[in-house]
């Protein structure tokens, strides 16, 4: 378990060492943000002693290994736009953007699992068509799409839920959150619900798949001739048979929540990671691209690592291979 633990560790620092380099190389070699941060009247003489504060003027590999060093000791450099380290302002906007990805997948997984195994156990009946028909439209509409549909029926007309923003928020362990308040959950739901719409679908077509196969496997027959009830032979038996495929996509789409909440957060201005990186990339504030995908590619690995761990926790051959 050790070695296993190691080995997936220094697999992941030599993926983020990879990372870097691509991102780094491909933000820096485009636009130049000068022309953004000074006036347009500033003369040529200005726009180089603003390169040369910056630390611009150097080459890039020059800049990169500067990076490297200062980002071993916890800095990835100051933002052009904040003035101010790059790592603290996405820290900043990071428990906005997990408390929004882990209210959508926290819905997506009560919501689409229970509907999907119920669909399993009921093959060909109305209730699976419904959960099909209904995966099909989250798989199909478009995020943003979505978001606007929810505001105009459930802000504009309906006026239940509000349409923007993070609303009030409490603090616990010095961190900031909304659903710990009821006019957060208010502005958290329409968001959260928007967001867990396509993994929704996921889990309940993946559930689904794999209550119909287990219910025909020997396991499931020889349970079922002991006397075992159709409910007992799903609690003991099948859901430990689907539960690993169902942590392997909790756990991808849950860092693609993190990562790709950008429309969501927009739709909504919800205060996150998100519409941060498209604001500092129309801005060309290149620290803040460099930390978002940093920061980005590190909830990915840590992510990973929990779903290898809960693999060996539910399934001891994988512990032994």
């Known amino acids: 378990m050790v ?18 380099v691509l991102m780094f190389t491909a933000v820096y070699a485009i636009g130049d943000p000068i022309s953004l941060l000074v006036p347009p009247d500033a003369t040529e003489q200005t726009m180089q002693l603003a390169r040369e504060s910056l630390g611009l003027d150097q080459p890039l590999y020059v800049q990169y290994f500067k990076f490297l060093g200062n980002a071993l000791q916890g800095d990835l450099g100051t933002s052009f736009v904040f003035r101010e380290g790059a790592l603290r302002v996405i820290l900043d906007r990071l428990p906005a953007t997990l408390e929004l990805a882990t209210a959508a997948m926290t819905l997506a997984i009560v919501i689409g699992v229970p509907f999907g195994i119920l669909a399993g156990l009921n093959p060909r009946g109305w209730w699976d068509r419904s959960v099909m028909f209904g995966s099909v439209i989250g ?23 509000p349409s923007s923003g993070r609303g009030e928020t409490a603090t616990l362990f ?30 309940a077509r993946l559930a689904r798949a794999g209550v119909r196969e287990a219910m ?96 060996c926790i539910l399934d001891p051959r994988v512990r032994m291979g």
């Open 174 to 203: 010095g961190v900031e959150f909304s659903f710990l308040t009821f006019d957060g959950l208010r502005h958290l739901a329409l968001p959260a619900l928007s967001l867990s719409l396509f993994p929704m679908a996921i889990l």
């Open 139 to 161: 798989f199909s509409l478009p995020t943003f799409w979505i978001g606007i549909l929810l505001i105009l029926a459930l802000s504009v007309e309906l006026g239940i839920f």
């Open 3 to 20: 070695f296993f633990l190691l080995r997936r560790l220094t697999q992941g620092l030599a993926m983020v060492l990879l990372v870097s």
């Open 216 to 311: 025909n496997l020997d396991f499931s027959r020889f349970a079922r001739a002991q006397g075992n009830t159709r409910r007992d032979i799903v609690a003991h038996y099948v859901l430990r048979y689907i539960s690993i495929p169902l942590v392997t996509m909790i756990g991808l789409y849950f860092g693609t929540l993190i990562a790709f909440a950008v429309v969501t957060e927009s739709v909504f201005s919800w205060p996150g990671m998100g519409k941060l990186i498209i604001e500092s990339i129309n801005l060309l504030d290149r620290p803040i691209v460099v930390a978002y995908v940093m920061m980005t590619v590190l909830l990915f690995l840590a992510i990973n690592l929990i779903v290898d761990v809960i693999y």
